[in-house]
C-alpha cells in the first residue's frame, strides 16, 4: 500500500514557476514508478509525464516537454514535478500517481497506476 500526498501548488503569474512535491508512504517507493497527471476544469485528467522507479527514464506529454522537470528522491520518498514556463492553460488540479512495485515500460494512461494522490491546485493567471 502507498499513500501519496502532493504539496507545493498555488498561484502563479504566467511565466513563473512552481515545484510540486508528492511525498509517499511506505517502505518500497523506490520500487515504485511515478506520474503525474493533471486535470483542468471541464476536462478529462490526462498525463503530464512519469519517472521510473529508479529515476532514470523519463517521459513527458507533449504539453510540458522543455518546461516541467520530473524527479524523484527515493531516500526521502518523494517525488518532485518543477514546472517552469507556466501558462494559463496549465491551470488544473495535479495529481502524483504509483504504478508497480518493479513494472517497467511507459505508462500514459491512468488506469495503469495503482495509487493516486489527492491532488494539489495550479492556478496560472495572465
Known amino acids: 500500500q502507498v499513500q501519496l500526498v502532493e504539496s507545493g501548488g498555488g498561484l502563479v503569474q504566467a511565466g513563473g514557476s512552481l515545484r510540486l512535491s508528492c511525498a509517499a508512504s511506505g517502505r518500497t517507493f523506490s520500487m515504485y514508478a511515478m506520474g503525474w497527471f493533471r486535470q483542468a476544469p471541464g476536462k478529462e485528467r490526462e498525463f503530464v509525464t512519469t519517472?521510473?522507479?529508479?529515476?532514470?527514464?523519463?517521459y513527458y506529454a507533449d504539453a510540458g516537454k522543455g518546461r516541467f522537470t520530473i524527479s524523484r528522491d527515493n531516500a526521502k520518498n518523494t517525488v518532485y514535478l518543477q514546472m517552469n514556463s507556466l501558462k494559463p492553460e496549465d491551470t488544473a488540479v495535479y495529481y502524483c500517481a504509483a504504478r508497480g512495485p518493479g513494472l517497467v515500460g511507459v505508462a500514459t494512461t491512468e488506469a495503469r497506476y495503482d495509487y493516486w494522490g489527492q491532488g494539489t491546485q495550479v492556478t496560472v493567471s495572465s
Open positions: 519517472i521510473s522507479w529508479s529515476g532514470g527514464s523519463t
